[in-house]
């Protein structure tokens, strides 16, 4: 499968990781280095799902989830929260419509797999799963699990 990925991260090395891993599996990647970039270019770009920094400067990933959410023309673009994942920032995703979380440092292969569930699933309702050996992000159901780091 192959679809565009818009990569939203302050720090250029993990862009690039995220990058890289993700155009090794055939997936087209476009990157925005925060937020307000992310909304600058997401409707030239079309992705099929961006995945969020949570702490940028200028407009951080959960802020930008919100304004993806509202706005009619993004509303249904499966978003990933790549980040620390602390509780408050699942909450936080979870209330601005985030559909995954997969906690950094992440393992490159729960990187493509999140990718890949959330574009098969295109923009229908996000749906309760347990991801590999992850805490469950658990609010009602509404995003899937915090994918966490083994060990």
């Known amino acids: 499968m192959s679809g565009r ?11 690039q990781l995220i990058r890289v891993n993700l155009e090794l599996e055939g997936f087209e990647v476009v990157t925005a280095a925060d937020g307000a970039e992310c909304l600058d270019i997401v409707h030239r770009v079309a992705p099929d799902v961006v995945t969020l920094d949570v702490v940028m400067p200028r407009l951080d990933g959960l802020q930008t989830a919100a304004r993806l959410r509202a706005d009619p023309r993004t509303r249904g673009i499966p978003l990933a929260v790549v980040s620390a994942c602390t509780q408050t920032e699942v909450e936080s995703g979870q209330a601005a419509g985030v559909d995954a979380f997969l906690a950094k440092p992440f393992e490159p292969m729960d990187l493509v797999r999140t990718v890949r569930r959330l574009m098969s699933r295109g923009g229908e309702e996000p749906e309760e799963t347990e991801g590999e050996g992850g805490a ?5 159901g509404d995003a899937e ?7």
């Open 136 to 140: 469950e992000a658990d609010a009602g």
């Open 145 to 151: 699990s915090v994918v966490r780091p083994a060990g």
């Open 5 to 15: 990925v818009l990569v939203v991260d302050d720090n250029k090395v993990i862009r």
